[in-house]
């Protein structure tokens, strides 16, 4: 007999959860500075606890942050006491292109959970 107690944390639910918020921290990133125009490292972490129950470590967040700074697609402005992060014309463009992609991205996860 093979219960739930006897999967590994990754093959959970909140595991697979996890590993998904995180794969896709950056997109995350991506939409939330659309709409709030600018966020914190912090205030990413808090976002992940309170929309998705999931705790980011302050690495993982700063990791993905100055790696997409890195790449162009994020902003961060430093005020002194914190860095304050927004999108730049390369991070609105990848934004518009994963949202003509969303459809085609839906089918690929469905798909790749049907067994």
């Known amino acids: 007999m093979n219960n739930s107690s006897d999967c590994s944390p990754e093959l959970t639910l909140m595991g697979i959860e996890t590993r998904v918020i995180k794969e896709f921290l950056d997109v995350i990133i991506l939409y939330e500075l659309a709409e709030r125009k600018q966020l914190t490292g912090y205030e990413i972490a808090v976002l992940g606890r309170e929309k998705f129950g999931i705790a980011l470590s302050?690495?993982?967040?700063?990791?993905?942050?100055?790696?997409?700074?890195?790449?162009?697609?994020?902003?961060?402005k430093n005020d002194g006491k914190k860095t304050n992060f927004c999108l730049t014309a390369k991070g609105e463009r990848a934004?518009?292109?994963?949202?003509?992609?969303?459809?085609?991205?839906?089918?690929?996860?469905?798909?790749?959970?049907?067994?």
Request: hydrophobic share 40%.
């Open 58 to 76: 302050p690495g993982t967040v700063y990791m993905t942050m100055y790696a997409m700074e890195r790449r162009g697609l994020i902003e961060g």
């Open 95 to 115: 934004l518009g292109g994963i949202g003509v992609a969303q459809g085609e991205l839906s089918d690929f996860l469905r798909n790749l959970f049907t067994f």
